[in-house]
């Protein structure tokens, strides 16, 4: 396996082959944000799953293949949201500015 | 028990973190959120760690929680404030937890670690010592822990609640979408159970909705007050934080939480299971 990802976490040790992973990087003014916290809401709005970002911004889920929305709320903003399809195998990058 | 005995605000635990009566406590499946950043004086544990007899496929003993507490400075007088990551799931764990070993004043804080970071609210990663005690656990309390043999026989008799994700429900997931997928041997529900996702019962920040609106989101899945009520999730922590919200929030007299759930149900032989999103018959 090769290739550069940009944002997400690094993906070494990660079953990507048998994974829908949807991942990145949330940031404000360029700067990533390490306390935001990203809900993944299925296709009909519920939730699903919900992490706190890393110190370097990013974060990571392990979805099914559909559509999502990625819901971003951090310190003084308004809730972000993001569509994303996943898919089996394929890694989705998505960048949240907020 | 009601919201005003069992929820403290953040304010409150902010006009509390000097009070020797009060000790708070940091709960996470990630333990190491506490060590980058915790509540004033807060102390810590691991629900892995601290909490899961690590030989047996259960919780600590009593015995074993007795020098937890003790080693941890905590007494049995003490109010204990419980709050962790998750939107509070594992932190309503050790709640429901230490109530089933019968300590008395307990509380969550509404909104958990999130609503406080989210807050800009002070964290700090100095350790607090506290003296240790001397705990004495009371006799467990079997009226809120419901074993697998009890939530087959209230399969179309007693209230179900399966709080997991509705992908999780209809079979289509066997874990929360934020870990790599494995649990039980199968996926489904159990027959009869309504869903209603725990989410459902918090707003995004991680606070509990308002009474009104809990009350409304459970009659609405069909829930029957005149019933006995068992909660269940994939491994017991979800369906902590629901059983929260029927028994301390709103009040229900037996409600259970089946902390086996589904990553026990889902693995026995010859049980019923429904599959999709209808709970399916008896």
Request: contains cysteine; hydrophobic residues 35%; glycine residues 10%.
């Amino acid at each position: 396996m090769c290739g550069a990802i940009k944002g997400g976490p690094s993906l070494d040790g990660v079953d990507v082959e048998n994974q829908a992973v949807i991942q990145g990087i949330v940031t404000r003014d360029g700067q990533p944000v390490g306390n935001a916290y990203v809900r993944l809401l299925d296709r009909t709005g519920e939730f699903t799953a919900e992490v706190p970002t890393s110190a370097t911004g990013q974060f990571r889920f392990f979805a099914g293949p559909g559509e999502w929305t990625l819901r971003t709320l951090a310190p003084k903003s308004i809730s972000v949201d993001s569509s994303v399809t996943a898919a089996k195998g394929v890694v989705a990058e998505v960048a949240v500015a907020v | 028990m009601s919201r005003e005995s069992a929820l403290v605000t953040a304010d409150w635990v902010e006009e509390h973190l000097d009070d020797p009566s009060v000790v708070l406590v940091e709960v996470d499946e990630d333990a190491e959120a506490y060590d980058k950043g915790h509540i004033p004086g807060a102390v810590k544990l691991d629900w892995k760690k601290d909490l899961q007899d690590g030989v047996r496929h259960d919780f600590v003993s009593k015995e074993k929680l007795e020098a937890l507490l003790s080693a941890k400075g905590i007494g049995n007088d003490d109010t204990v404030v419980f709050y962790g990551g998750n939107n509070n799931w594992f932190a309503a764990y050790a709640y429901w937890y230490l109530s089933y070993y019968g300590h008395e004043n307990l509380r969550l804080l509404d909104g958990g670690r999130k609503k406080w970071e989210l807050d800009s609210r002070e964290l700090t990663a100095e350790v607090p010592s506290r003296e240790a005690t001397t705990y004495t656990a009371k006799d467990a309390d079997g009226s809120i822990r419901a074993f697998r043999d009890e939530v087959i026989e209230a399969i179309g008799t007693k209230n179900l609640i399966d709080v997991r994700s509705p992908d999780e429900y209809a079979g289509r997931l066997l874990a929360p979408a934020h870990l790599p997928q494995e649990a039980a041997q199968i996926g489904g529900h159990i027959p009869t159970a309504g869903n209603v996702p725990w989410s459902k019962a918090a707003n995004d920040d991680g606070t509990f909705r308002s009474d009104d609106e809990l009350k409304e989101l459970y009659a609405d899945a069909g829930l029957d007050e005149g019933r006995d009520t068992i909660a269940y999730c994939r491994i017991g922590e979800r369906s902590s934080h629901t059983w929260f919200v029927l028994k301390e929030i709103l009040g229900y007299p037996n409600v259970k939480n089946y902390d086996g759930s589904w990553s026990e149900y889902g693995s026995l032989r010859s049980v019923p299971v429904a599959l999709g999103d209808e709970p399916g018959a008896a």
